[in-house]
């Protein structure tokens, strides 16, 4: 059973930097997609970013140059360096992981940035 758990959020200042982290368990390296998504107060849920097991990645053109996903494949992390923060990224971030259409989510993390 796969189990994804996310950690970093909090309070941050416009232009300041957090760093997400997802701890998972249950997962198989190969053939999958990692990623965040997150959820703004009345808006629908939306793709952040994302990495393949092959190394690519796709981020949605508001957090490009900002925003950098990676991962540790030996300690099971995947994380979200998030720089240049700004109030519109205030949301709940999600942690999600798929695999021959099964997908997984964490239970979110909430991020809000604000003066």
Known sequence: QVQLVESGGGLVQPGGSLRLSCAASGIIFSSYIMGWYRQAPGKQRELVAEMSSGGMTNYVDSVKGRFTISRDNAKKLAY????????????VYYCY??????????QGTQVTVSS
């Open 97 to 106: 992981y798929s695999r021959y259409g099964i997908t997984a989510w964490g």
């Open 80 to 91: 979200l360096q998030m720089n240049s923060l700004r109030p519109e990224d205030t949301a």
